[in-house]
């Protein structure tokens, strides 16, 4: 939208300041290339990054957005892997200021603000031995991550991070801070599990929270054959809803642990999590580490709240990645020398096919239950090939696509957080069935205007 005479003008970074208790960053300020950068390296210069402390400012920022016209990005963890939290020559309404966190320890429930991490709640739950299932990285931020569905090492046993959201706090196009649930505004409650940032900035949420304290999780490696992979998926499909695993088809990367002779080879790198009775867990890990001769064998006791603290990197590797997401209904063993054959040919730094065995309580609600439409997927698949030369693309585009057609069997469907910068045609895959048409009624009715646009967007019904 250009400015026209009658558009108020978009308050200079000192004139926000004076109004704003929380910080506000400009292009002249020596914090301004720090505070513009998100996980992905994408490089833009935003007009300001504004860091409100509290719902108020945030609707402040929301109305001068509206108002003005100038693009808003919103920010709760950076970890957009289309570069959506940050903007050229807009706004950044950046939560990072709110990390307030109220547990209720007999309630079991908490308040948490959307500036915090998923590792940063984590790990204040883990101290009450509690918890919420996030996905599998803890800087990733609870605003985008839950809005969007959130699948992570829980999610056999508890659902989506979604499952166990009870109320969120919204600020409105309007400008409005508003409590939604299921019964104050169903829609837009129904609409924010899993539709994203469309419908308004998420402030707080109120998650129920389960009582998770020790588990059986950790690293198992083994060697990547077509017969192992096909075997993992279905161990991990008919094992206990404890259980839930995370799968990487690649090739082994230097690791301190790794024998020096196996890195490059092949391997099925796995992440598990047996969350219930150590010793029932051990049986049902049981089969996995009987595949075949394990590489690594990190499966043990620990506390769940310590599963981020292994391995986190501050910023992603310094390549582009094409990357397709999808969703399968079986891995079979042709599928498996399908993706070692396409690991064979791959010209990456790294190339990885990433299988995510769901169901379990995903499953237990119907489809349309939340904005989240895939629940009867059993089997979710990221492959992704990294670049650093851009003349490269192509060819890894080619190269995923290739592979995600042959293992979604032609289906198109994806889960919208691992959705890269996609048109608007992709991002309607996202939302299977009446969901797609359902969010754009919510969307005509809280965001005519389409002010939450940066975003993988559901444009307003009628637009
Ligand atoms: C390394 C890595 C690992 C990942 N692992 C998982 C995983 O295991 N499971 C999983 O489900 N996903 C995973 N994801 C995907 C992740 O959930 C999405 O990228 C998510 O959008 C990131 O949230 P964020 O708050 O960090 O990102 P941001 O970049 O801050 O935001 C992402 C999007 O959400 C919007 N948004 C963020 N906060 C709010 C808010 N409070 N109100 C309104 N809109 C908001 C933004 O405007 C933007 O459009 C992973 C991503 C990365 C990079």
């Known amino acids: 939208m250009q400015q026209s005479s009658q558009t108020p ?59 003005t016209g100038i693009e808003l990005a919103v920010r709760s963890g950076g970890h957009s892997i289309a570069g959506h939290s940050v903007t050229d020559g807009g706004l950044v309404l950046d939560l990072s200021a709110m990390k307030e966190m109220r547990i209720d320890d007999e309630k079991r429930t908490v308040w948490a603000q959307t500036g915090l991490t998923a590792g940063e709640l984590t790990g204040a739950l883990g101290r009450h031995g509690l918890a919420v299932g996030f996905g599998d990285t803890g800087s990733v931020g609870i605003g985008g991550l839950t809005l969007g569905g959130g699948a992570g090492f829980l999610s056999r046993k508890f659902g ?30 129904w609409a924010i599990r899993g539709g994203g940032g469309n419908f308004g900035v998420a402030t707080r949420f109120l998650f129920r929270l389960q009582e998770v304290d020790e588990i059986l999780g950790g690293m198992l ?12 998926v279905e161990l991990a499909a008919s094992a206990p809803e404890e259980l839930t695993t995370i799968a990487n088809v690649m090739k082994a990367p230097p690791m301190p642990f790794l024998p020096e002779d196996l890195v490059g080879r092949p391997v099925l790198f796995s992440i598990l999590v047996y969350a ?20 690594v064998d990190m499966v043990e006791p620990g ?26 209904d079986d891995i079979d063993k042709s599928d ?22 769901m169901g379990g309580a995903v499953a237990r609600m119907p489809d349309d239950a939340t904005a989240y439409g895939h629940r009867s997927r059993p089997i979710m698949i990221n492959v992704a090939s990294a670049y650093a030369d851009p003349t490269e693309r192509t060819t890894h585009e080619a190269w995923v696509d290739t592979l995600a057609k042959t ?57």
């Open 9 to 67: 003008k978009t308050p200079s970074v000192a004139q926000l300041g004076q109004v704003l208790t929380g910080e506000v960053i400009g292009p002249e300020d020596s914090g301004y290339d720090e505070a513009r950068a998100v996980f992905y390296g994408i490089d833009r210069k935003p007009a300001a990054i504004v860091r409100p402390t509290d719902a108020d400012e945030v609707a402040y920022v929301v109305s001068i957005a509206r108002d």
């Open 160 to 189: 989506l991070t979604i499952d166990s959201l009870l109320a969120a706090e919204l600020v409105t196009a309007d400008g409005k801070v508003t409590e939604v649930d299921s019964e104050n505004h169903p829609d837009l409650f």
């Open 221 to 232: 490696i083994l060697p990547a054959t077509a017969d192992n992979i096909s075997s993992f």
């Open 276 to 295: 219930g009775e150590v010793e029932t867990g051990a049986e049902v890990v049981a089969p996995f580490r009987g595949l075949d001769t394990p590489i």
């Open 303 to 328: 506390i769940y709240a310590g599963i981020y603290e292994a391995g986190e990197e501050e910023q992603a590797p310094p390549f582009t990645f094409a990357v397709r997401n999808l969703f399968a």
């Open 336 to 357: 498996g020398d399908a993706i070692l054959e396409a690991l064979e040919t791959s010209t990456a730094p790294m190339a990885v096919t990433q299988i995510r065995v």
């Open 407 to 463: 293992l979604g069997r032609g289906g198109e469907e994806a889960y919208v957080n691992f959705l890269g910068d996609v048109a608007e045609a992709r991002v309607r895959q996202a939302y299977p069935g009446g969901t797609w048409d359902r969010l754009r009624e919510v969307k005509r009715r809280y965001d005519p205007g389409n002010l939450f646009r940066l975003n993988q967007n559901i444009p307003p019904a009628g637009a």
